[in-house]
């Protein structure tokens, strides 16, 4: 697999982002996918994930402000990221793994077993 995540970038407190991860190499809609950010000093977590059947799940902190949404006909994943806050900061990976049950699709980052090199996101207070 071959995930290619771009739209980091810098941004104002309370701005903006759209993330995009492009996929190749596997049969994109026979995955579950996700978001997984890792700050410097903290440990990675799964921000946002989607299964086949378009069921999402979302960490509590980012509720309200995310939204991961994926097109099946063109192999992308998107996350948008409104109202981001400094403790968004973080490089964020694009993950994908085959998918599970859609009760059971929730998983922790290293049940992904495949991942983009990352995009940072810098939130500046």
């Known amino acids: 697999a071959h995930l290619v995540e771009s739209g980091g970038g810098l941004v104002q407190d309370g701005g903006s982002l759209r993330l995009t991860c492009a996929a190749s190499?596997?049969?994109?809609?026979?995955?579950?996918l996700g978001w997984v950010r890792q700050a410097p000093g903290k440990q990675r977590e799964v921000v946002a994930q989607?299964?086949?059947?378009?069921?999402?799940n979302y960490v509590d902190d980012v509720k309200g402000r995310f939204t991961i949404s994926r097109d099946n006909a063109k192999n992308t994943l998107a996350l948008q990221m409104n109202n981001l806050k400094p403790e968004d900061t973080a490089t964020y990976y694009c993950?994908?793994?085959?998918?599970?049950?859609?009760?059971?699709?929730?998983?922790?980052?290293?049940?992904?077993?495949?991942w983009g090199q990352g995009t940072q996101v810098i939130v500046s207070s």
């Open positions: 989607t299964n086949t059947s378009g069921g999402t």
């Open positions: 993950v994908a793994a085959p998918r599970r049950s859609v009760l059971h699709f929730v998983r922790g980052p290293s049940d992904y077993s495949d």
């Open positions: 190499g596997i049969i994109f809609s026979s995955n579950d």
